[in-house]
């Protein structure tokens, strides 16, 4: 995503700040202090830069997007929050084996070209004990849940009608099953992960084992 769409995306989802907020608390509250942690496919960076704000964290986000690599960088400085943003592919990171104590990836995995070699990657850069999380949209959620989840962004009336598209005539199509995933993860050194379900999607946590 670059460009006008790398900026119609970042607008739109700024409008559910809360959410990402939400979510950085959740992630905060396990984390040990000066936790290293990398974001896969943070797009404009607002979970990153609201997880900075909650405690010393060394937060590293790599997106494959020119543009949202510079939203975000722009968004952190504008926050004061410090993120390193920077540019890359999620099946091949560019960082050391064991090096961070967390990989989050929020609404992204299903856009992957290589998602298995993105949670091989994953695991690999993660130090022995390291905790992943994956959340993302089921394959199976329903038009009332996208709905809903639409009507609480306060978009503006062809925001909401262009993101209503999205979610059902292309998101959801490239989304997994929790079989999918499974299956997925027992193709890698995680070897299972631990399911939560929302109406919308999952929440996965995976454990590099020591």
Request: hydrophobic share 45%; net charge neutral.
């Amino acid at each position: 995503m670059e460009g006008l769409l790398a900026t119609w995306y970042a607008r739109n989802t700024l409008k559910s700040l809360a959410d990402y907020r939400a979510t950085a608390q959740r992630i905060a509250a396990n984390l040990p202090p000066h936790a290293a942690v990398l974001e896969v496919a943070p797009g404009p960076g607002y979970l990153a830069i609201e997880l900075a704000k909650l405690g010393a964290y060394r937060i590293t986000g790599l997106d494959i997007s020119q543009s949202f690599v510079r939203i975000a960088t722009e968004n952190a400085a504008r926050a004061g929050a410090v993120v390193d943003f920077r540019q890359g592919e999620a099946a091949a990171l560019p960082f050391a084996g064991d090096s961070f104590d967390l990989v989050v990836c929020r609404a992204a995995f299903k856009n992957f070209t290589d998602p298995l070699g993105a949670l091989r990657e994953m695991h690999r850069v993660l130090r022995p004990g390291g905790r992943a999380l994956v959340i993302d949209l089921r394959n199976d959620a329903s038009d009332e849940a996208i709905d809903d989840i639409v009507d609480q962004m306060n978009l503006s009336a062809f925001d909401s009608f262009m993101t209503r598209v999205i979610f059902k005539h292309s998101l959801r199509k490239r989304a997994y099953s929790r079989e999918e995933l499974a299956q997925m993860f027992a193709a890698t050194p995680f070897g299972a992960g631990h399911f939560d379900e929302t109406s919308l999607g999952f929440e996965i946590r995976l454990v590099k084992r020591p």
